[in-house]
């Protein structure tokens, strides 16, 4: 196994990625550390003695890599990007220009690329607002005003800083995916992912082992390792529909005859439902935090809020269910969205391909959305069991958790999915793999 890390730094190409790509972490981490103008420093200090975690705020300061816990430039984190590439993606279904945009090939994607990047500075710029209004009334703070001088002036020099530190993230991104290896959103969230871990895991010794139950902090371990080596086991698993294709005879040239097949994911999805439902979960989370609680009616709504969708500490049953059913459901809607059996038969049809035993056309279609049916259900099963087992944990022993399912599928994802870009670099070059 050291040979195979020995071999990724012999190969000079490869060495300057791997170099170029730690490098630019570097960068990313500096900037999460980097206090935005007009903070009252005193105050944030005492603020970050308190070790606050949990709920809505748990969440995004876990995707901002603890950016927004010292109230950073990077405290919005990649999550404006992500959210707007999702949003960008689900309206090319929905709008024709849009997806004549996406087939037309690089150009047509450059442009998508081009409108997503001004989407990302408008949610940042929406966000930032909130979150900084949000930290001077103290609501994340336990009461503690970060913001004194709270002017238009300051607001706006705030704003414009978070926004600013997106759009430089967002960049940093697209150069390690030029210069580095691996895709580069998808690295810095893993970054920021791994860079709370140190944190997470002593805030659970500290509930588990320091409280007299070190039984409860190793059954924590156990089930990471499991669930790990469970996101592995169905990442690579997949369905393979067989296709023919028919033989041609084009003067003496005999063309077709082919047999190759379809790989359907068994987790086509990916983690995007387990995204879409922690952010319909939020959003009620975030809007009850921003309104003021004068009115006895927002007080009672809020509290039901904190205490059942997890905008406070511990999560409830109530919240686990919920998040289970929206991820299933989510799990089928993108999952239809990424594969189209009608449009996949037309495309095998025009080819002159065909499955074994079934007829070209509608029958074709109806088989294969009668298997994506059938290996969406456990990928779906699956995606929600690994993300409400921390909440089950913490709503059984009644401790705060900061690590959710989510963020262990990300990690674990943007680890093979690196593996895989160096594997086929060392390949290439005759040098053993890590997955060979």
Do not use: C
Not at 20 to 42: C, H, K, Q
Not at 48 to 59: D, F, K, R
Not at 285 to 293: E, G, K, N, R
Not at 391 to 409: E, K
């Amino acid at each position: 196994m050291l040979s195979i890390y020995r071999h990724m730094f012999v190969i000079p190409d490869l060495r300057k990625k791997i170099l170029f790509t730690l490098a630019m972490f570097g960068v990313y981490r500096l900037g999460a550390s980097l206090p935005v103008p007009g903070v009252n420093l005193e105050r944030l200090r005492t603020f970050q003695e308190q070790q606050a975690s949990g709920g809505i705020y748990g969440l995004l300061n876990l995707f901002s890599g603890g950016a927004l816990e010292n109230l950073s430039v990077f405290s919005l984190g990649i999550l404006p990007y992500i959210t707007s590439s999702i949003i960008m993606q689900l309206l090319t279904v929905v709008i024709p220009r849009l997806q004549s945009l996406q087939e037309e090939g690089e150009g047509g994607r450059k442009v998508i690329t081009q409108w997503t990047r001004y989407l990302t500075v408008m949610l940042s710029l929406i966000q930032s607002s909130g979150i900084t209004y949000l930290f001077h009334i103290g609501r994340f703070t336990g009461g503690i005003d970060l913001i004194p001088n709270y002017t238009p002036g300051r607001v706006a020099l705030i704003v414009l800083t978070m926004t600013a530190g997106t759009a430089f993230i967002m960049w940093l991104g697209e150069l390690i995916t030029q210069r580095g290896v691996g895709n580069g959103i998808s690295l810095l969230m893993f970054a920021s992912i791994l860079s709370q871990f140190p944190f997470i895991i002593g805030q659970v010794w500290a509930q588990t082992v320091d409280a007299g139950r070190p039984t409860r902090f190793f059954i924590v371990l156990a089930a990471f390792v499991l669930m790990i080596i469970g996101i592995i086991f169905v990442d690579q698993g997949q369905r393979r529909i067989p296709i023919q294709f028919a033989k041609r005879v084009r003067g003496r040239r005999v063309m077709g005859g082919q047999s190759t097949y379809i790989p359907l994911k068994v987790n086509t999805a990916g983690v995007i439902p387990v995204i879409f439902a922690s952010s319909v979960l939020a959003i009620p989370a975030l809007i009850v935090t921003a309104i003021p609680s004068d009115n006895v009616v927002i007080q009672t709504v809020r509290n039901w809020v904190d205490r059942n969708l997890g905008a406070g500490g511990s999560p409830t049953w109530w919240y686990i269910l919920v998040l289970f059913g929206l991820i299933i459901f989510f799990t089928y809607f993108y999952t239809a969205i990424q594969f189209d059996p009608a449009r996949q038969s037309e495309l095998i049809q025009r080819q002159g391909g065909f499955i074994p035993g079934v007829r070209p056309g509608t029958a074709t279609a109806r088989h294969l959305g009668n298997i994506l049916n059938r290996i969406t259900l456990p990928g779906s099963v699956f995606l929600g069991i690994i993300a409400v087992l921390p909440a089950v944990a913490g709503a059984i022993w009644g401790i705060a958790i900061s690590f959710s399912g989510v963020s262990i599928l990300i990690m674990v994802g943007v680890a093979l999915e690196t593996m895989k870009q160096i594997e086929s670099q060392l390949t290439m070059r005759n040098y053993e793999g890590f997955l060979t």
